[in-house]
């Protein structure tokens, strides 16, 4: 599912300038996609399938990223609060 083409994407995303912004928040750790099967959630085993980049100018206004715990689903989206200018 997640194939070295939209690795390559996602570094182009990068080298261009922009910030993924949950990953500024959680440096290492953080998963949007979790396998139904095996208890994959309560383990936190999953695959982080879901984004949100900003330019590097609005970077310092991030108050606070995160996943909320949606159990409707095993997908979650990524929420990123900016601080108002």
Do not use: C, Q, Y
């Given at each position: 599912m997640?194939?070295?083409?939209e690795r390559q994407q996602i570094?182009?995303?990068i080298q261009?300038?922009?910030?993924?912004?949950?990953?500024?928040?959680?440096?290492?750790?953080?998963y949007t996609w979790w396998f139904?099967?095996?208890?994959?959630?309560?383990?936190?085993i999953g695959?982080?399938?879901g984004y949100i980049f900003i330019s590097k100018q609005?970077?310092?206004?991030?108050?606070?990223a995160f996943v909320p715990n949606?159990?409707?689903s095993d997908h979650c989206p990524v929420v990123v609060?900016?601080?108002k200018f």
């Open positions: 997640f194939t070295k083409e570094d182009k995303i261009l300038g922009f910030i993924d912004a949950f990953r500024k928040v959680h440096p290492k750790n953080g139904r099967g095996f208890n994959a959630r309560a383990k936190n695959w982080r399938i609005l970077e310092p206004l991030i108050e606070n949606l159990e409707i609060e900016i601080n």
